[in-house]
């Protein structure tokens, strides 16, 4: 059973931007459906971004407009770029994969989980 691998995360300012990275090692991540979760401490696991097999992209609607979700088949990497963050969007962020062809909107939907990073926004 393979495990995804995180980077990037960290602390920063209201309003700054901050690029997430989550490889597959020994995977092709093109074929799976890929989903970024985050956790607030004491609250359940939320879906925000999830792309399909095919590039099709979802968004909660809490980082609609701000967050880009992308994979980038070359590096077999999968990016959230989070722009204009606040302080809600402190939380811990998980990658997800599965291998059904739409992602799904539920965390046991989802057999391989990355380690999780840390983002807290300052106001």
């Known amino acids: 059973q393979g495990q995804l691998v995180q980077s990037g995360g960290g602390s920063v300012q209201a309003g700054d931007s901050v690029r997430l990275s989550c490889t597959f090692p020994g995977r092709t991540l093109a074929e799976y459906s890929m989903g970024w979760f985050r956790q607030d401490p004491g609250k359940g696991r939320e879906l925000i971004a999830a792309?399909?097999?095919?590039?099709?992209?979802y968004y909660a609607d809490s980082v609609k407009g701000r967050f880009t979700i992308s994979r980038d088949n070359a590096k077999n990497t999968l990016y959230l770029q989070m722009d204009s963050l606040r302080p809600e969007d402190t939380a811990a962020y998980y990658c997800a994969a599965d291998r059904r062809t739409v992602p799904g909107t539920d965390l046991h939907q989802y057999n391989y989980w990355g380690q999780g990073t840390q983002v807290t926004v300052s106001s």
């Open positions: 792309l399909s097999r095919s590039g099709s992209a």
